[in-house]
């Protein structure tokens, strides 16, 4: 139950971004909790979806798997290269996901988009026709970092954002397939998803740039097929401070989604549920707000050295040619060598 009071409604915690992250700190929090997105849940799928499964399974929303694969294919230089994957991937219907996921929380979900933060002895959120307060509060908002950049209006890079496109068509696939083309795609990757009788095809611009529609549908074209409806958007891949005017920073928004992979599901997850641990540690004042915003300081910035590392292989990998790159890949396949390369990259 929350209270009003004047017309501002009181929470203990305001959430914004209801996707991944926002979803991931909902779920392991007790109290009054508000979660407030501009879609509906599950209703604005930016993402192809894929993911580990055991991810997936350990927040338990296995019910939403499409498909599931151990092998990722890297096609370069009109080749194709297999990695042999020791624990799968999955893509699951992100609707599915979400509902399940949100289904798990206690928090109060409202539709509305935040369109600027106050900072007072509380924060107060204001949406177009409400108000809501909370001393606790999550930027989950992806790379927009809403509510942040409503106090700090030089928080988000705008020239550090990778932008991405894809749609679903009828095409059965085994395996994760990415290619890598400069001579089709100067500046980024397209990828072929499995999803059961479906497929999702996509291209993305490591640059940011966003024309990239006449791109998908020559890749489509290879295989016989014709664009359907179109989802994507833009990813962060500068790493930011995780509390900035003493509001949390989760996933995307913090800049959490993987330079180089795009990969941000896996971690958006993993830093949310345990942003969730500590908060709810404050509500029960386990340990003190400044306890928690060092614990999670800590955490976040934990891997900063291994994101430096994929930045900077991302701007390489750009400048890598055809033939340089198929040798690396064909050295980094090698069932050893990757599984270690995996087992690393999966710490991150
Ligand atoms: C084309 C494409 C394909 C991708 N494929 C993969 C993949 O296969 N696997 C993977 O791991 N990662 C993938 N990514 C990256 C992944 O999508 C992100 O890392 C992930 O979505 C980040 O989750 P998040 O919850 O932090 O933010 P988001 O998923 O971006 O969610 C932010 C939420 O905040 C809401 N919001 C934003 N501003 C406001 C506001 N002012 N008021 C109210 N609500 C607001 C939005 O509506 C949204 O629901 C892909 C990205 C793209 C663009």
Redesign the pocket.
């Known amino acids: 139950m929350h209270f009003s009071k004047g017309n501002i409604e009181e929470f203990d915690v305001i959430i914004?971004?209801?996707?991944?992250?926002?979803?991931?700190v909902a779920s392991g929090l007790k109290g009054n909790i508000l979660l407030?997105?501009?879609?509906n849940i599950g209703?604005?799928q930016?993402?192809?979806?894929?993911?580990p499964v055991d991810v997936v399974k350990e927040i338990g929303c296995e019910d939403s798997v499409l498909q599931a694969s151990n092998i990722f294919s890297f096609h370069v230089n009109k080749k194709k290269i297999d990695f042999c994957l020791e624990r799968p991937y999955c893509?699951f219907d992100f609707r599915k996901f979400c509902q399940i996921f949100a289904s798990k929380t206690n928090a109060i979900f409202t539709k509305?988009?935040?369109?600027r933060v106050e900072k007072y002895d509380k924060f107060i959120v204001h949406?177009k026709d409400r108000k809501f307060n909370s001393k606790i509060l999550v930027d989950?908002?992806?790379?927009?970092?809403?509510?942040v950049n409503s106090l700090k209006t030089d928080y988000v890079h705008s020239d550090m954002l990778?932008?991405?496109?894809?749609t679903e068509a009828p095409y059965m696939a085994t395996a994760f397939h990415f290619f890598y083309e400069p001579d089709f795609l100067k500046d980024g990757i397209s990828?072929i998803?499995p999803c059961g009788e479906f497929s999702?095809f996509?291209?993305?611009s490591y640059t940011g740039r966003r024309k990239l529609k006449e791109k998908l549908d020559s890749f489509l074209e290879r295989y016989n097929l014709r664009c359907g409806k179109i989802?994507?958007?833009?990813?962060c891949y500068s790493f930011k401070e995780p509390v900035v005017e003493d509001i949390f920073v989760?996933?995307?928004?913090?800049g959490?989604?993987?330079p180089l992979?795009?990969?941000?599901?896996?971690?958006?997850i993993f830093y949310?549920v345990r942003l969730s641990a500590i908060i709810q540690r404050i509500l029960t004042n386990e340990i003190s707000f400044e306890k928690g915003v060092s614990e999670y300081t800590r955490l976040a910035l934990n891997c900063s050295r291994e994101y430096n590392f994929l930045f900077k292989f991302q701007e390489r990998f750009l400048k890598m040619s055809k033939n340089r790159l198929e040798i690396l890949a064909r050295i980094l396949s090698n069932r050893l060598i990757f599984r270690i390369l995996e087992r690393k990259y999966r710490s991150i």
């Open positions: 914004v971004g209801a996707s991944f992250a926002g979803l991931s407030i997105d501009r879609c209703d604005c930016i993402s192809a979806c894929g993911a893509t509305a988009n935040v369109a949406t989950a908002s992806g790379w927009e970092a809403s509510a990778s932008f991405g496109i894809e990828w998803f999702r996509g291209v993305a989802h994507g958007g833009s990813f989760v996933g995307c928004a913090q959490q989604t993987l992979t795009g990969e941000g599901i896996r971690r958006s949310g």
